[in-house]
């Protein structure tokens, strides 16, 4: 069982829900619903703020040590130099709305929120932060509703995944300019996708806002061969014993582990995946009082110490 060290609203109103972690030198960084980016030391001591006008932050992910990268409404993602200072910028053309991020070596990923249903409203589009004058890519067809999740493949760098509210995951190779060319995979997980990514090299994982459970295998399929079926944990709040989960993490070491809560008893967990001949829930750690009755947000984990962030507009720090 974890233990609760510290808790903070780094400043923040009352009614502010914290939506992000990321870890960038030897801070980490939140974004929350009063559009500001906050970096604060692992006690929780407040370093520095930033507030994009009407940006409407949604993503936050770090881009190297020491750079952030931001995005929201406004269409704009800010690369944020957390020792100089300094900011950059890299504009969606249509001035469409950011919803995912996505960040490898001088490649950023991003995908559009939704306005309508339909082919061509919602873009995944990469940005190389060395030419920032237009997009690199733009692939318009691949979904038809707001882009929710985007991660670069652990080992080969022009592999994207892709996943969205329109219940389908990409795979592209984004060396391929062209966007029928670049589509390697689709997986079809049946439900609109809360967050997806990469479990191994040849697998991929993906939670659904329903949350169902799936581990795609990511091999190309066999010429008059059926593809291997994908390893369906079905519906896991009966399995784990929660009402939402928050995303699949890595730990420290390297092993996954799923995060999710329960309201109602006030309580966060983590366990752990153990597999992969056969994937399997194993040792589980319990972080009492979670924020209360309030959904989390997100869970950042470092050696034996994690962080998180809900909408109580806390960030809370855990030790075991």
């Known amino acids: 069982m974890a233990k609760l060290v510290a808790s903070s609203t780094l400043g923040s109103a ?26 604060f030391d692992p006690s929780l001591r407040l370093l520095q703020t930033a507030r994009p006008r009407d940006s409407g932050l949604s993503c936050l992910k770090a881009f190297s040590n020491r750079t952030l990268a931001t995005a929201g409404r406004d269409g704009t993602i800010r690369l944020w130099d957390t020792r100089a200072k300094q900011t950059s910028q890299l504009v969606e053309p249509q001035g469409r709305a950011i919803s995912a991020l996505a960040c490898h070596e001088h490649v ?21 932060t060395r030419n920032t004058a237009a997009p690199l890519r733009d692939y318009p067809e691949s979904h038809t509703d707001t882009i929710t999740q985007l991660a670069f493949h652990p080992t080969q760098p022009n592999a994207l995944l892709s996943g969205s509210t329109d219940g389908l995951v990409s795979i592209f190779d984004i060396s ?14 049946r439900s609109a996708v809360h967050c997806a990514g990469f479990l191994t090299a ?3 994982y993906v939670l659904t806002t329903d949350e169902q459970f799936l581990i795609h295998p990511l091999a190309e399929p066999v010429e008059g061969r ?3 079926p ?30 999710y809560g329960h309201n109602e008893r006030r309580t966060l ?4 995946l153990s597999g992969p001949e056969p994937w399997a829930f194993g040792r589980t750690v319990e972080l009492p ?17 994690a962080y998180s962030c809900g909408e109580d507009g806390q960030v809370r720090v855990w030790q075991w």
């Open 108 to 128: 950023i990923a991003a995908g559009t929120e939704s306005n309508k249903e339909g082919l061509g409203d919602v873009s995944v589009l990469l940005y190389d």
């Open 269 to 272: 967990f983590i366990t752990e």
């Open 14 to 39: 009352p009614d502010t829900y914290v939506y992000a972690l990321a870890a960038v030198g030897d801070g980490i960084a939140t974004i929350g619903s009063d559009d500001t980016l906050r970096i």
């Open 202 to 204: 040849d697998q991929a």
């Open 289 to 305: 009082g979670a924020h209360g009755d309030e959904v989390v947000r997100d869970l950042l984990l470092m050696d034996r110490r």
């Open 226 to 228: 059926e593809p291997a």
């Open 176 to 189: 391929q300019a062209d966007e029928e060319d670049a589509i390697q995979q689709v997986l079809n997980p």
């Open 230 to 259: 994908a390893i369906d944990f079905g519906d896991v709040r009966e399995t784990l014993g929660c009402m939402y989960v928050i995303d699949l993490l890595r730990q420290p070491s390297g092993q996954p582990v799923l995060a």
